[in-house]
């Protein structure tokens, strides 16, 4: 199982903004039940995606700087980057069917 990188504001530009691949961050809690019920699905996407899609994590708890700079309000929200842009933006949580369909014409 691939392990998602966890996000700060420290290594934010360069693991989304200045990444080659499209990014998919996921702003999560510990404390979210849908936020922890999404991130096995999360994981299955950046495996079966390598080469394609990147995906990582933000907790907004800790990291609450980088949650409110994207306008996140309620999480999961899951914001999709492809060269510094966001390009795609999904809140809550959905199943891994959607998701992709949501994500495929970015990558």
């Known amino acids: 199982m691939v392990h998602l990188i966890a996000i700060n504001e420290k290594n934010f530009e360069l693991e989304v903004l200045k990444a080659t691949l499209p990014v998919l961050v996921d702003f999560w809690a510990d404390w979210c ?23 990582v994590k933000v907790n907004v708890q800790k990291f609450s700087a980088l949650s409110s700079q994207y306008g996140v309000l309620n999480i999961p929200t899951m914001i999709l980057f492809k060269n510094g842009e966001e390009v795609q933006r999904i809140v ?16």
């Open 33 to 55: 039940p849908p936020c922890r019920a999404l991130g096995p699905i999360l994981e299955e996407i950046a495996e079966e995606n390598a080469g394609r899609l990147k995906v």
């Open 92 to 107: 809550g949580n959905k199943p891994k069917r959607k998701l992709l369909q949501e994500l495929e014409p970015h990558l």
